[in-house]
């Protein structure tokens, strides 16, 4: 089983305030989770990559894991309407090559200026 | 770097009609993938290459062949095309403890 959820949005928030992002997952053979960022009419870009439960943090994006409660997180500090795009979590067994990447939908957020 | 590329860009096919999706990484990456973006569906894998010389089927090959012809190049072909195989397809591909790199996507109509 592979379903991995994530709410759809949109989210809508003023610039410079604190975004937080989730998805929740089923499987707990997942290991290694993703956020990718989209833009419209692009294809997705990697934003975070962490491995099995912990923060990781990359200027105003951190990313948590918290595999106990098969949930993790995306919080972007001081947003900016350059950040509104869809935000997908994604997910897989192993580190890179074996079974490719379980996606949620994505979120829709948008920064309003 | 181009990263991965695809071609090509636009497709409108009629049905029955068959073509070929080409990919191309130049990062030196063992794996390549591919996958297909439908409204509220999400990113769905197609068939995924391991390595060279191995292929394998994802969530929805069905109507899909691939080809993957060196360690740069996975392609995928449709046979003959349905209106159900109109979408958006990403090619990527992924090293050992690291994220996927996506292409920029082939908007596929089937009329």
């Known amino acids: 089983q592979k379903e991995v959820e994530q709410d759809p949005g949109p989210l809508s928030v003023p610039e410079g305030a604190i975004v937080s992002l989730n998805c929740t997952y089923s499987?707990?053979?997942?290991?290694?989770f993703m956020w990718y960022r989209q833009y419209s009419r692009k294809g997705p870009e990697l934003l975070m990559y962490?491995?099995?439960?912990g923060n990781k943090e990359d200027g105003r994006f951190t990313a948590q894991v918290d595999k106990s409660s098969k949930y993790i997180s995306l919080f972007i500090r001081d947003s900016q309407p350059s950040d509104s795009a869809t935000y997908l979590c994604?997910?897989?067994?192993?580190?890179?090559?074996?079974?490719?990447?379980?996606f949620g939908k994505g979120t829709h957020l948008i920064i309003q200026p | 770097n181009a990263g991965v590329t695809q071609t090509p860009k636009f497709q409108v096919l009629k049905t029955g009609q068959s073509m070929t999706l080409q990919c191309a990484q130049d990062?030196?990456?063992?794996?390549m993938y591919w996958y297909r973006q439908d409204p509220g569906m999400g990113l769905r894998l197609i068939y995924y290459?391991?390595?060279?010389?191995?292929?394998d089927k994802g969530e929805v090959p069905n109507g899909y062949n691939v080809s993957r012809l060196n360690k740069r190049e996975f392609s995928l072909r449709l046979e003959s095309a349905a209106p159900s195989q109109t979408s958006v397809y990403f090619c990527?591909?992924?090293?050992?403890?690291?994220?996927?790199?996506f292409g920029s996507g082939t908007r596929l109509t089937v009329v």
């Open positions: 499987n707990s053979a997942f290991q290694y």
């Open positions: 962490t491995y099995s439960s």
């Open positions: 990527a591909s992924s090293r050992v403890d690291y994220g996927y790199t």
């Open positions: 990062m030196n990456h063992n794996s």
């Open positions: 290459s391991a390595s060279e010389g191995t292929t």
């Open positions: 994604a997910m897989s067994f192993s580190g890179g090559g074996a079974d490719g990447l379980t």
